[in-house]
T-cell receptor, first 115, second 109 residues
Framework: DAGVIQSPRHEVTEMGQEVTLRCKLI?????LFWYRQTMMRGLELLIY????????DSGMPEDRFSAKMPNASFSTLKIQPSEPRDSAVYFC?????????????FGPGTRLTVL | GENVEQHPSTLSVQEGDSAVIKCTYS??????FPWYKQELGKGPQLIID?????GEKKDQRIAVTLNKTAKHFSLHITETQPEDSAVYFC????????FGKGTTLSVSS
């Protein structure tokens, strides 16, 4: 298996533009997590899906952020409009199982820079 | 909500020495404590975890200890090797997984 796949790996955009990050889960996994990593705040959970349903979105910063799972193997995280403070590395992770106790397999991340 | 403090933020050791990273958590209901290793340019990878009904767990050169009374847990790496150089994150689970800020471990040969 190729592991969790994220695209793009790097994204540079200007303030106000829409940004879409993509994630492909490991085949057979049914839980999906989006994280944001910054030097100041460390690794923060943004949203957790189980079987395509959002279970916990309390970490989503504000209405500018939205996440979807259009099917069982794919997810998007959209930021509209983007702001410089959104600059970070965004990771998605997938796991098999219905809770946080199962090992989460992280993708390589998308480094987002908003100018 | 849960808060996880991790120390030290950086740690430098000589190859062959032991390394210890410590974390404290605030929510006594936390019951699962994984440790992740993140190499440069990669996502975190689980290296060991422990549940609240266990005091210690070992996997080759890596061990984790848990003190529920004091609400702290530690990662121990023995016989360190240069390939152990990475950022290590602890985490604690109550309603969600909360991560510490990370420890950058450098092992020099």
């Amino acid at each position: 298996d190729a592991g969790v796949i994220q695209s793009p790996r790097h994204e540079v955009t200007e303030m106000g533009q829409e940004v879409t990050l993509r994630c492909k889960l490991i085949s057979g996994h049914n839980s999906l997590f989006w994280y944001r990593q910054t030097m100041m705040r460390g690794l923060e959970l943004l949203i957790y899906f189980n079987n395509n349903v959002p279970i916990d979105d309390s970490g989503m910063p504000e209405d500018r952020f939205s996440a979807k799972m259009p099917n069982a193997s794919f997810s998007t995280l959209k930021i509209q409009p983007s702001e410089p403070r959104d600059s970070a590395v965004y990771f998605c992770a997938s796991s098999s199982g219905d809770d946080y106790y199962n090992e989460q397999f992280f993708g390589p991340g998308t480094r987002l820079t908003v100018l | 909500g849960e808060n996880v403090e991790q120390h030290p933020s950086t740690l430098s050791v000589q190859e062959g020495d032991s390394a210890v990273i410590k974390c404290t958590y605030s929510d006594s209901a936390s019951n699962y404590f994984p440790w992740y290793k993140q190499e440069l340019g990669k996502g975190p990878q689980l290296i060991i975890d422990i549940r609240s009904n266990v005091g210690e767990k070992k996997d080759q050169r890596i061990a984790v200890t848990l003190n529920k009374t004091a609400k702290h847990f530690s990662l121990h790496i023995t016989e360190t090797q240069p390939e152990d150089s990475a950022v290590y994150f602890c985490a604690a689970l109550t309603a969600a997984l909360i991560f510490g800020k990370g420890t950058t471990l450098s092992v020099s040969s």
